[in-house]
């Protein structure tokens, strides 16, 4: 009995060395991870005034960032006023509020869903792209090949595209909230009969720039900012393989989805927590 | 092993390296000597480390012990800006060839000269399509790379490697994966370059017979020693069997043909239990 007891207390052991074993594996490995995604970050800051030097790097990213990203960010944005003006009437309507379905449609997409939705839009077009291209460039051996050419890949590939992501998220995210505000007045005013004029000067009255619209930049600058540095990162990251460029690839857009969303709460309750 | 022909006037020596790749050991303890305007080549099986060789004299990986010294400077000691100095004068040949994608053949010619000079772009035409007339490329200078076939990336890329005029020229298996009229073509490229150029030439392969008919001197590593080293004809000779293998390329011998495994007559007699 006391055999069996001990042969129990050592098999309970094991299981709890082998936790604590996997458990601290994993922590190490996520911190490492960490601490190269700081130090790359750092790099590509660092390459900032060599590119500034040459803006036609910066100009060609722009366009394969930014401006590619416009049909995509101009068609859901659409989409997602249309849809804001459609609820947002049934539900103002109720109150006989219908009136402020201008401030309503417009409130929502310049603080939440132009820099949130925008940025999720970016991360899967943008920046998915951005991770295969770099991880592709690093599986045949085009950074290394850069190295020995004695050309910084940091500063040649890498920080133009985080600058270009990071300048295009704040202009993608204003397009979209943009767009979105016509497709709720075209739902709203157009086919379930707001009154236009009401729709844009109610708008006008109680939306404020520095609550509304300056915070909603911040916000997206933010989210640019993080969803190029891990696109980015997890490109240079990658294992050099196909598949390890594939696995990148999906990290980069899970990983840039939760940061977004993580802090986008944590931008919220910053700004708007004491009203 | 004869070490009367050791190289003298050495453009990079290797001494006493030592690296290792997670519990691997992949280079123990071993010097090599490169001499200035010389074709050496480096041969040995896959997997024995000879990109690794090639990426430590670049200064991109750090060996845990030797030194690696490239026209007097040690590699591992320099600041960065003084390793992207050396470097410019090292040119190195991928095995892929490492064009960039997304720019034209004569882009990828140009990148390093526009990279590193402020010569103005009448000039670098001039100079790139130079370049690409010496691999005999200048008509495709209009190609994207994934328009051309192996050998023409391999030789856009050579051309790329000699446009900042480097002293030395690293190849890593530049002959793998080539189509006969391509590798001959590789051959004469490399040789006559580094006469014309007065280069000095490392090349990484395991294809015998083109690497031997250029090379000057050959070291032959096996699982981190040099198992041979000598002119070409005096590896030819060489008593050891293990080189012998290499060189002739038999099936068997000193490297075994069979994975190790237990007795096959025991093994096709047993109870068919299944492993693990």
């Known amino acids: 009995m006391g055999a069996l007891y001990k042969q129990n207390d050592c098999e309970e052991h094991k299981k709890m060395i082998a936790f604590l074993d996997h458990l601290g594996k994993n922590t190490r490995t996520s911190f490492t991870k960490l601490g190269r995604g700081t130090f790359f970050l750092l790099q590509t800051l660092s390459g900032i005034l060599s590119v500034l030097i040459r803006p036609r790097l910066l100009f060609n990213q722009m366009y394969s960032v930014g401006v590619l990203s416009f049909l995509i960010i101009t068609i859901s944005g659409l989409f997602v006023g249309m849809v804001l003006g459609l609820q947002g009437y049934y539900i103002l309507s109720d109150f006989g509020a219908e009136e402020t379905l201008g401030v309503m449609v417009a409130a929502s997409l310049v603080r939440e869903l132009g820099p949130v939705v925008a940025a999720l839009l970016f991360a899967g077009r943008a920046g998915s792209a951005l991770t295969a291209e770099i991880g592709l460039m690093k599986a045949t051996e085009q950074l290394s090949g850069m190295e020995m050419m004695a050309v910084d890949p940091i500063k040649r590939i890498i920080t133009p595209r985080f600058l270009a992501g990071l300048l295009s998220m704040p202009l993608l995210a204003g397009l979209f909230s943009a767009i979105g505000i016509i497709g709720g007045q075209m739902v709203g005013a157009g086919l379930l009969g707001v009154d236009e004029g009401a729709y844009w000067s109610q708008m006008q009255a109680n939306l404020d720039f520095q609550d509304d619209i300056i915070n909603g930049v911040i916000k997206s600058i933010v989210f640019g900012f993080v969803a190029s540095w891990i696109a980015l990162f997890e490109g240079y990251d990658a294992i050099p393989t196909s598949e390890g460029v594939s696995r990148a690839t999906t990290r980069t857009v899970v990983n840039s989805a939760f940061s977004i969303l993580g802090l986008d709460f944590i931008l919220t309750a910053l700004m708007f927590g004491d009203n | ?276």
């Open chain 2, 1 to 276: 092993m004869d070490n009367s022909v050791l190289p003298q006037n050495s453009l990079i020596s290797v001494k006493n390296l030592s690296f290792s790749r997670g519990n691997k050991k992949i280079f123990d303890d071993i010097s090599l000597e490169f001499e200035r305007g010389k074709i050496t080549a480096i041969m040995g099986p896959s997997g024995t480390g000879k990109t690794t060789l090639l990426k430590l004299i670049g200064g991109q990986l750090f060996p845990e012990q030797g030194t690696i010294s490239v026209d007097g400077n040690n590699v591992h000691r320099l600041r960065r800006s003084e390793l992207y100095n050396l470097r410019k004068r090292m040119g190195m040949l991928f095995q892929s060839g490492a064009l960039l994608t997304g720019m034209s053949v004569f882009d990828n010619v140009a990148f390093p000269l526009r990279e590193h000079t402020h010569l103005p772009e009448s000039m670098i035409r001039t100079l790139v399509l130079m370049k690409l007339q010496a691999v005999g490329l200048r008509g495709a200078r209009d190609l994207m790379p994934n328009e051309l076939s192996g050998g023409m990336a391999r030789r856009i890329a050579l051309a790329r490697a000699i446009a900042l005029d480097p002293m030395m020229i690293m190849y890593d298996e530049p002959f793998t994966g080539q189509d006969p009229i391509s590798k001959g073509a590789l051959v004469q490229l490399i040789k006559s370059l580094n006469n014309i150029l007065k280069l000095t030439s490392i090349i990484v392969s395991h294809d015998v017979l083109e690497t031997a008919a250029i090379a000057d001197y050959i070291y032959v590593i096996s699982e981190g020693k040099v198992v041979g080293q000598g002119r070409p004809e005096d590896i030819e000779q060489s008593e050891s069997d293990w080189v012998q293998q290499f060189m002739t390329g038999a099936a068997d011998g000193p490297v075994h043909f069979h994975y190790p495994a237990k007795d096959y007559v025991d093994d096709l007699l047993s109870t068919g239990k299944r492993y693990g």
